[in-house]
């Protein structure tokens, strides 16, 4: 399965606007019951 999360729309804004870009880190946990947990965090740059 591969996963693009992709911000669209012009309705309310989730997220303010940033005057640089952030890293991000991504952590999955796949666990035997079949479930996937995605987890992101902010860096520190």
Do not use: W
Not at 16 to 35: C, F, P, Q, T, W
């Amino acid at each position: 399965m591969i996963k693009c999360p992709v911000l669209i729309g012009s309705r309310i804004p989730l997220f303010h606007s940033l005057e640089k870009d952030k890293r991000i880190m991504h952590a999955v946990n796949a666990y035997n019951s079949g479930l996937v947990q995605a987890r992101y965090r902010v860096t520190e740059d």
